[in-house]
Every structure is written in structure tokens, then in C-alpha cells.
């Protein structure tokens, strides 16, 4: 699978590693760089126009998160999909998910209800005008990040940046429903009247109810075996500006 367009160059300056880390995980999880697809260190530097110090530090965070995977003789590549791995994944991540609601209601002020409503709202602009894919998977992991950090547990904020990434790879490799998006907004909309109920016990299990909804989406995609094409990646597209 081709990957000389995946990337975009990354800005000079600190912290060059980074930037190489996000521009990287951002191609993975928009799907333009692909499970299997190798993560050459000497080829993405060339790509991303650093060196290849901090490409290589880069590749070894998406390892640690999950995202890809060291194989024998190959080096790095993004991570594959195992249907099993996945399910158990998101039975962790609904606990996790729903706890951090639940922490992050109690903490709840009027400045993060504001920043909270923000979100939700500009994401639910970007679903209205249904062309932007990336943009949509950016606001629905920042939705969730910015729970976690309201939740003010570091211990559960690093469990839970670790399963992300990796639930989002999954969900994208075997479920792209054009309905994705809608139903997404539609939830964490309940997840933010919960919230702003101040009723915890509500925002727990409407987190839950979200990730165990993916789960059954998920399970559902790929329960006809491996002749099904519906949900399979899409083809890899070249990145604008």
C-alpha cells in the first residue's frame, strides 16, 4: 500500500517529536496510513521533512499506544485489527469511559460546562456539513479528553489515552457507517445533559451506554465473517494543506 502522500510536513521548531507524533497518529486513525502499512523511520522523515530522530521516538509512542506494532524482519507497522482484542477493549474502555463521567460530573464547574457545550456544538456543525471526517474524529476523541481531564484522575487519564487510540483504530477499520457521526453527537449529547444534570449515577451510565452501543456496532459489522466489505478501510487519500 502506497503511504508517499499520507503524511504532511511538519513545522520546524521544538518539540519536533511531537508534532511527528500527532501528524502520525492523526494518518493512522483517518485511516490514510493503513493497518499493515509499514512505518519506515528513513521514508516518513524524508515525508515529514525532520530528521529521523524524532520520527523514530514518534513511532515508539504509537507502539506503546498501541497504534502500531513491531513485527520481525518488517520493523513498525501500523497496528492490524484482532475482532476478539477489540471486543474486549471496548468491555474495558466502558467501564473506564463511564468512570471518568461520573468523576468529571462531581467536579463540574461553569467553565468547563461552557467548554463541554463548545465542543459538543462545533462538532455537531462539522456532522451537519458532512464533509469532514477527520475533523470528526478529532472533536470525538476531544470530547472525551476534555471529560478525563475534567475527571482530574492521572492515573485513569493514561489508561484511557492508551485505549482511545486504540478503540478508534478499530472502530474505523471495521465499522464506517455513514451514520457514524450522527449517532456519535446524539450520545455524547446525553452524556452532556447527564453531566450538567449533576447527577453522576446519570452521567456514568450514559457513557457506558455510548461505548457499549459502539461495542454492539462494532460486533454487529463484522458478524457475517470475512467476505463482508461494508466498514472495510476506505482507500488511502491524498492530505490537503
Given at each position: 500500500?502506497?503511504?508517499?502522500?499520507a503524511?504532511?510536513?511538519?513545522?520546524a521548531?521544538?518539540?519536533?517529536?511531537?508534532?511527528?507524533?500527532?501528524?502520525?497518529?492523526?494518518?493512522?486513525?483517518?485511516?490514510?496510513?493503513?493497518?499493515?502499512?509499514?512505518?519506515?523511520?528513513?521514508?516518513?522523515?524524508?515525508?515529514?521533512?525532520?530528521?529521523?530522530?524524532?520520527?523514530?521516538?514518534?513511532?515508539?509512542?504509537?507502539?506503546?499506544?498501541?497504534?502500531a506494532?513491531?513485527?520481525?524482519?518488517?520493523?513498525?507497522?501500523?497496528?492490524?485489527?484482532?475482532?476478539?482484542?477489540?471486543?474486549?477493549?471496548y468491555?474495558?474502555?466502558?467501564v473506564?469511559?463511564?468512570?471518568?463521567a461520573r468523576?468529571?460530573?462531581?467536579?463540574?464547574?461553569?467553565?468547563?460546562?461552557?467548554?463541554?457545550?463548545?465542543?459538543l456544538?462545533?462538532?455537531?456543525q462539522?456532522?451537519?456539513?458532512?464533509?469532514?471526517?477527520?475533523?470528526?474524529?478529532?472533536?470525538?476523541?476531544?470530547?472525551?479528553?476534555?471529560?478525563r481531564?475534567?475527571?482530574?484522575n492521572?492515573?485513569?487519564?493514561?489508561?484511557?489515552?492508551?485505549?482511545?487510540?486504540?478503540?478508534?483504530?478499530?472502530?474505523?477499520a471495521?465499522?464506517?457507517?455513514?451514520?457514524?457521526?450522527?449517532?456519535?453527537?446524539?450520545?455524547?449529547?446525553?452524556?452532556?445533559?447527564?453531566?450538567?444534570?449533576?447527577?453522576?449515577?446519570?452521567?456514568?451510565?450514559a457513557?457506558r451506554?455510548?461505548?457499549?452501543?459502539l461495542?454492539?456496532?462494532?460486533?454487529q459489522?463484522?458478524?457475517?465473517?470475512?467476505?463482508?466489505?461494508?466498514g472495510?478501510?476506505?482507500?488511502v487519500?491524498?492530505?490537503?494543506?
Amino acid at each position: 500500500m502506497p503511504t508517499e502522500r499520507a503524511v504532511n510536513p511538519v513545522a520546524a521548531g521544538s518539540l519536533l517529536a511531537d508534532r511527528a507524533y500527532e501528524e502520525l497518529k492523526g494518518a493512522v486513525l483517518a485511516n490514510r496510513l493503513r493497518p499493515g502499512d509499514a512505518l519506515s523511520v528513513p521514508a516518513l522523515a524524508t515525508q515529514l521533512g525532520i530528521s529521523r530522530s524524532p520520527v523514530r521516538e514518534a513511532v515508539q509512542r504509537l507502539i506503546h499506544d498501541g497504534l502500531a506494532t513491531h513485527v520481525a524482519h518488517r520493523g513498525a507497522v501500523v497496528a492490524t485489527v484482532d475482532v476478539e482484542d477489540v471486543r474486549q477493549l471496548y468491555v474495558l474502555r466502558e467501564v473506564m469511559e463511564g468512570l471518568a463521567a461520573r468523576l468529571a460530573t462531581e467536579r463540574l464547574d461553569a467553565t468547563r460546562v461552557s467548554e463541554l457545550r463548545d465542543l459538543l456544538e462545533r462538532h455537531e456543525q462539522v456532522v451537519a456539513a458532512g464533509d469532514d471526517e477527520q475533523a470528526h474524529t478529532e472533536m470525538d476523541m476531544a470530547y472525551h479528553r476534555l471529560i478525563r481531564e475534567v475527571a482530574g484522575n492521572a492515573h485513569l487519564t493514561a489508561a484511557l489515552d492508551t485505549v482511545q487510540g486504540k478503540a478508534h483504530l478499530a472502530l474505523h477499520a471495521l465499522w464506517r457507517s455513514p451514520q457514524a457521526p450522527r449517532l456519535a453527537v446524539e450520545e455524547h449529547r446525553r452524556i452532556f445533559e447527564a453531566m450538567t444534570s449533576g447527577d453522576p449515577d446519570a452521567a456514568e451510565l450514559a457513557a457506558r451506554d455510548h461505548i457499549r452501543r459502539l461495542r454492539i456496532r462494532l460486533s454487529q459489522a463484522v458478524a457475517p465473517g470475512p467476505d463482508r466489505t461494508e466498514g472495510a478501510p476506505v482507500p488511502v487519500r491524498p492530505v490537503g494543506p
